[in-house]
């Protein structure tokens, strides 16, 4: 009989030797936790994501524009429903999950409690938003749990074709007339900074890394992969001929410096105090009662087409 002590070294020795953990197999209870924080945290950033992007949809320069927007967002809609599937792997339900989200008990990514002022705006999303988190999604794609890291491969393909729809947004714009110029600079300026804080809290102030960095949830540190993600968009930046706010090349450490963040202003956001966080919670709230009604229909379809096999079964 295999005691706990057992489970846990059998555990760690698949972790140990990238053996991928799947449902059914014994897992540690705080690995579980953490996972279900972190999925759903995903999930629901994917599904509220939707939300500042979806404000521009009537508002595009131009129908091509409006196409690859429309089809970005359904794509973030999609990962948000691969995620929660991985999730409920996990012993949880949909309603629960939802029931977090919409009783704000659970967190969601704080990039997206900022406002998307200005159409530059949708290619600073793409470009450093999506960007950021294509740099932290790559390392999930080898994530020790299953479904999460099955999930991540596919999502990652589509987050690159989000990321070089933003880029064309801001290049259109970046050689454009004076006013487009300008208003390409001052979207980057507002994102940059709260892009960078979506790799989360600096490495001392983490609670989760190194416990997860041992179950391989996660690969590298936050600081790590914010370090990575300056110096890819310090040279991209330079295609635009824009410019990245505080953003220095540091000779000595062969890295770019970036300025300080205002991390008690983070947590404020995180806590739900910023800028739109009621505005989006109560979005997602009233899309989730608008919809009852779809839900209900397909659990009466669901219900009404097992009656049917049942009883096609029995008269066979
Ligand atoms: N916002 O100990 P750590 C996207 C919380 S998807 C809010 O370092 P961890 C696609 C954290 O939960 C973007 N809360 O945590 C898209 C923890 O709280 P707890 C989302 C944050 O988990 C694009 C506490 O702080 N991506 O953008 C944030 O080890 C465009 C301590 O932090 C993912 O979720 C934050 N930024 O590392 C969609 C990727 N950062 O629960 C639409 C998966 C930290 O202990 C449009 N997640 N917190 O009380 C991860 O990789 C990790 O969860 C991290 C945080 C790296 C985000």
Redesign the pocket.
Known sequence: MDTTKNLEEIFQSKIDHEIKIEPKDWMPDAYRK?LI???S??AH??I???L??GNWITRTPSLRRKVALLA??QD?AG?GLYLYSAAETLGITRDQLLDELHTGKA??????NYPALTWADMGS??WL??G??IM??V??CRTSYGPYARAMVR?CKE?SF?HRQGFEILLTLSQGTEAQKKMCQESINRWWKPAL?????P?E?????EM?MKWK??RET?DE?RQRFVDVAAEQVKFLNMTLPDVVWNESTGHYDFGALDWDH??N??KGNGPCNKQRLDARIKAHENGAWVREAALAFAEKQKIRQQSQVKTA
């Open positions: 953490t924080r972190q999925i945290q995903h950033s994917e509220v994501g939707m500042p992007e970005k967002i973030e990962h967190k969601y990514s704080s990039i997206f999303v793409g938003v999506d950021a988190a932290n999604q390392m999930l999502i987050e989000h804080m979506m790799f989360g809290p490495d102030q983490s609670s989760n890394t997860s949830i996660k936050n992969l983070f947590w956001v995180v």
